[in-house]
């Protein structure tokens, strides 16, 4: 006698409806979860780095405005990310300028407050689905505003590199501090840059290039005192010498007798051979 085939009823037809459903809700939740994961960034190596690409922060940032460690050390971080061609809106995460900034996220949280106070920053939180993130605008001499006000002699140009490659981060805050002083208020000398170079006219600049010299200098001279200095920096005078060694082992400064060389881009950089600091966006 022939069994009759069993066709499966309507409760097994269920199921595996139900197992397709949850296994594609499954994958849903995965791909979710990557592509709502916050993007990865490596320090740049060497061989990486764009030694050209800088901002132009305001010297009344640094001098005039009584801004905190944290903040000045958050600050070029936020004007690095943000596009110098355009006044557009950037997104980046608390956890990402923390590393940059080589501060803890409760420091970037109270600068970030305080740059707003102080009129440097527009912070707006957005929603996207499930995410949500803040996008900044952050206030420093952008290529418009720099060519439309000739804001050359009010600024300092901080390479990007400084904190693409990680030193920023490596450095002390006081270090930073001190560092960002010096920029602003060391001086353009043409003629004693020239003969330290190696580059003496003889005292005849007829024909030299001076826009040449402000774009590829290598240094300006700081010939303050180091007690007004730090009184300018609102830094305590107490055990700097480690703050100057820790400056000239990146060689971002040099001490020559009673004044100091101090340069624009680090003599010394960072190598990643395995580029595993990752940071979050």
Known sequence: MMTKRRIPGMAILRDIQRQKEEKKKQQ????????????????????????????????SVILELGLSKAALAVYPVLCCEADFEKDEAFQISQKNIARFAGVS?????????????????IKEKVTDGPRHFYIYR?????????????QYGGAIYFYNCIIDN??????????????????????????????????????DWTGVNYDDYIRNRKWDVCDIS??????????????????????????????????IKVYLRPGRLLRHKTLTSKIAY
């Not at 990557?34 to 010297?59: C, G, H, T, W």
């Not at 420091?107 to 440097?120: H, Q």
């Not at 952050?138 to 000739?150: E, T």
């Open 166 to 203: 990680g030193i920023w981060a490596e450095l002390k805050p006081r270090a930073k501090v001190l560092y960002l002083t010096m920029r602003a208020v060391a001086k353009q000398d043409f003629e004693l840059y020239s003969v330290i170079e190696g580059e003496d006219y003889g005292g």
């Open 226 to 259: 180091l007690s007004k200095l730090c009184k300018l920096a609102k830094i305590e005078r107490t055990n700097l010498t480690p703050i100057l060694e820790e400056l000239e082992r990146y060689k971002l400064i040099e001490r020559v007798d009673r004044w």
């Open 28 to 59: 849903k939740e995965v791909f979710r979860q990557v592509y709502n994961r916050p993007k990865e960034k490596a320090f740049s190596d060497i061989d990486q780095l764009n030694m050209d690409s800088f901002r132009a922060i305001p010297k």
């Open 105 to 121: 996220e409760n420091s970037v949280r109270n600068a970030l407050k305080e740059l707003e106070n102080a009129r440097l920053l």
């Open 138 to 150: 952050v206030g420093f001499f952008c290529k418009p505003i720099l060519d439309k006000a000739r």
